[in-house]
């Protein structure tokens, strides 16, 4: 009953996600309009807006995709890949996503897409060199349940609003450092009141998005690495593959920061480090596979 309650849970945290997303940069537009002393600015902001949640909801799985240069495969490509993947999805009661791979020597995964009608699950190269069946099974499932729990949507939105935000903070910034700022007709206080709030927009707008996005992603991996271990009923496969996961220090060949929290693992690597892993898009994987480890198997 909890995955209903997940999914129902995640249908309108991105809704709301996308109306916080309006309200935010229709704010910030009216800011950077009285700092720059042009309402055009705002105009622009909101247009801008409107077109980025439509944007976003339809196109941003294409977008993360093409980031990582995924290929999409067929059952002759890698029968293995494309059975597991096939069988799973039936047991879960999800259509069949789309399959691709990542031609990248980290072992990795994630799962993207709108709904589950319209969902894709790629995996890197360097996973299934070191994977064998059961543990990519506990790969495979764990990404399928995200799909499940309608995590993808609400993940992968996230990229491009985050993405918006960090460029209208970007333009903020380098306009103050040029001079372009506060130099109109009007210099009088309130104008140079709106300068200081987009200053500080501008600072912590970034902060703030990078805490969205760790707030989004730990609590996923947790729920997804439980799903996926009743959905094989067979949490040491997920932990063997998160161990071996982990071996791998080198970071992704096209890691990014704004897509990170995506993937089953961080793509920059395991650091290892606490300090790190405070900052991290996901919880330390030793504390995943302790809690895998400790699930009954049915």
Avoid: C
């Avoid at 912590?204 to 996926?228: C, F, H, M, N, W």
């Avoid at 998160?242 to 650091?271: C, D, E, V």
């Amino acid at each position: 009953m909890h995955i209903y309650k997940e999914q129902s849970k995640n249908v309108w945290r991105t809704w709301l996600l996308m109306v916080i997303f309006l309200i935010v940069i229709v704010a910030i537009g009216y800011v950077f309009a009285m700092a720059y002393n042009n309402l055009l600015i705002l105009v622009v902001a909101i247009v801008f807006a409107l077109v980025m949640n439509v944007f976003s909801y339809w196109y941003s799985d294409k977008i993360v995709l093409a980031m990582y240069h995924a290929q999409p495969i067929t059952r002759d490509d890698n029968l293995m890949l494309w059975n597991v993947v096939e069988n799973l999805a039936i047991t879960a009661g999800l259509p069949m996503p789309r399959v691709y791979i990542i031609p990248d020597p980290a072992p990795n995964a994630f799962a993207t897409g709108r709904n589950k009608e319209h969902a894709a699950v790629a995996v890197t190269s360097g996973l299934l060199q070191i994977l064998n069946k059961t543990e990519l099974e506990g790969v495979i499932a764990h990404e399928l349940s995200h799909i499940g729990n309608r995590d993808i949507l609400l993940s992968t939105v996230v990229i491009v609003l985050v993405g918006f935000v960090a460029i209208l903070s970007q333009m903020f910034l380098r306009g103050m450092m040029f001079g372009g700022i506060g130099r109109g007709k009007s210099r009088d206080n309130s104008n140079a009141i709106f300068v200081i709030i987009g200053l500080v927009l501008a600072i912590l707008a970034p902060i703030a998005v990078t805490l969205i996005q760790l707030a989004i992603s730990r609590k996923r991996e947790y729920l997804a690495d439980a799903d996926g271990a009743l959905l094989t009923r067979y949490p040491e496969g997920l932990a063997s593959a998160l161990q071996k996961i982990s071996q791998y220090n080198q970071p992704m060949q096209h890691a990014s920061g704004a897509t990170a929290h995506l993937f089953i693992a961080n793509p920059f690597g395991n650091t290892g480090k606490t300090i790190s892993n405070l900052f991290s898009t996901h919880p330390p994987i030793a504390n995943r596979i302790a809690i895998l480890e400790g699930l009954p198997k049915q």
